[in-house]
């Protein structure tokens, strides 16, 4: 009996001092916690502000950067309406919930450890107090120049730089294609709106533009130039639509808007319907100018003009 009490206890012994040579879990979940609470000061455009060098749990109330955020794989948990609903986006929110500038509370119980969204949010304030939070400023930087500085807020500054040099050489090369084969004068329209609004734009407002205009090096026609390139964009009604139509139109088309001016004499008559050279597009797809929009939009324009 007692050489069975005394295997007994050599065997517990062995046991213990075995569990005690395995490594912590509690102490990896330390370590991991000390890694995600790291911080890197990022110099935004109101001073700099103590963010996480690794953010795990991002809001962001600003539509046309939720996309920039998402291809440099952030993890968003709270977004606003615009960004839910946008088709190029699924998958990139499934952890997430529709959040406004206006649900405070919701927004902390969501438990962010930052808060991205624009320099005119009447709340900027109340959504200090629950996370680090940086703004900026629409159109005060240009597009890519946007993506790389939310490349150095999340400390991927090097990512945003791979992307953007890859991006605009497949767009200036595509862009020297579709010269070659539409002449170096033709001219391209980006237009948007219903019966009710019309809107033409130029370089800088989403939709595509920055592609064709800036990267491809397209031109837009006369009129657009005039009207719609300092502001860019500019309100028309469809009756006067034929005055800035290019040779080629890109139509951001709204599916639930009423387009029966596509159904008028005049929008027929334009040239650019005519010759088949125009490209609908979802409205929902192309309204942003992020990785996500800009690499969907690039491939929509190769395929159109070069048949790719």
């Given at each position: 009996?007692?050489?069975?009490?005394?295997?007994?206890?050599?065997?517990?012994?062995l046991?213990?001092?075995?569990?005690?040579?395995?490594?912590?879990?509690?102490?990896?979940?330390e370590?991991?916690?000390?890694?995600?609470?790291?911080?890197?000061?990022y110099?935004?455009?109101n001073?700099?502000?103590?963010?996480?060098?690794?953010?795990?749990?991002?809001?962001?109330?600003?539509?046309?950067?939720?996309?920039?955020?998402?291809?440099?794989?952030g993890?968003?948990?709270?977004?606003?309406?615009?960004?839910?609903?946008?088709?190029?986006?699924?998958?990139?929110?499934?952890?997430?919930?529709?959040?406004?500038?206006?649900?405070?509370?919701k927004?902390?119980?969501?438990?962010?450890?930052?808060?991205?969204t624009?320099?005119?949010?009447?709340?900027?304030?109340?959504?200090?107090k629950?996370?680090?939070?940086?703004?900026?400023?629409?159109?005060?930087?240009?597009?890519?120049?946007?993506?790389?500085?939310v490349?150095?807020?999340?400390?991927?500054?090097?990512?945003?730089?791979?992307?953007?040099?890859?991006?605009?050489?497949?767009?200036?090369?595509?862009?020297?294609?579709?010269?070659?084969?539409?002449?170096?004068?033709?001219?391209?329209?980006?237009?948007?709106?219903?019966?009710?609004?019309?809107y033409?734009?130029?370089?800088?407002?989403?939709r595509?533009?920055?592609?064709?205009?800036?990267?491809m090096?397209?031109?837009?026609?006369?009129?657009?130039?005039?009207?719609?390139?300092?502001?860019?964009?500019?309100?028309?009604?469809?009756?006067?639509?034929?005055?800035?139509?290019?040779?080629?139109?890109?139509?951001?088309k709204?599916?639930?808007?009423?387009?029966?001016?596509?159904?008028?004499?005049?929008?027929?008559?334009?040239?650019?319907?005519?010759?088949?050279?125009?490209?609908?597009?979802?409205?929902?797809?192309?309204?942003?100018n992020?990785?996500?929009?800009?690499?969907y939009?690039?491939?929509?324009?190769?395929?159109?003009?070069?048949?790719?």
């Amino acid at each position: 009996m007692k050489k069975i009490l005394i295997a007994m206890l050599i065997m517990i012994i062995l046991i213990s001092v075995g569990c005690s040579n395995e490594p912590s879990n509690d102490l990896n979940e330390e370590q991991q916690e000390d890694k995600n609470t790291e911080t890197i000061t990022y110099k935004s455009e109101n001073g700099d502000i103590e963010v996480p060098k690794n953010p795990q749990r991002i809001v962001v109330l600003y539509g046309t950067l939720s996309g920039h955020v998402m291809a440099l794989d952030g993890n968003i948990v709270g977004v606003e309406k615009w960004s839910m609903d946008n088709p190029n986006y699924e998958g990139y929110l499934d952890n997430a919930v529709e959040v406004s500038d206006e649900n405070i509370e919701k927004i902390m119980d969501l438990d962010p450890d930052l808060i991205i969204t624009g320099s005119t949010n009447k709340n900027l304030d109340k959504f200090q107090k629950i996370a680090p939070t940086v703004s900026f400023t629409y159109g005060k930087l240009g597009y890519l120049e946007q993506y790389l500085e939310v490349g150095k807020l999340m400390n991927k500054e090097d990512e945003a730089k791979k992307w953007i040099d890859n991006f605009r050489a497949k767009a200036k090369k595509s862009g020297e294609d579709i010269k070659a084969k539409i002449g170096e004068d033709s001219t391209v329209s980006v237009i948007e709106g219903d019966n009710k609004q019309m809107y033409v734009f130029g370089d800088n407002w989403g939709r595509g533009t920055e592609i064709l205009y800036k990267e491809m090096g397209l031109k837009m026609p006369e009129k657009v130039k005039e009207d719609a390139l300092k502001e860019g964009y500019f309100a028309l009604s469809s009756e006067v639509l034929p005055e800035y139509s290019g040779d080629y139109i890109v139509f951001s088309k709204n599916t639930e808007g009423d387009n029966s001016f596509q159904e008028t004499k005049t929008y027929k008559n334009i040239p650019a319907v005519k010759n088949n050279r125009v490209l609908e597009v979802d409205t929902n797809k192309f309204n942003f100018n992020d990785p996500i929009s800009l690499d969907y939009q690039l491939d929509k324009f190769i395929e159109f003009f070069l048949g790719q």
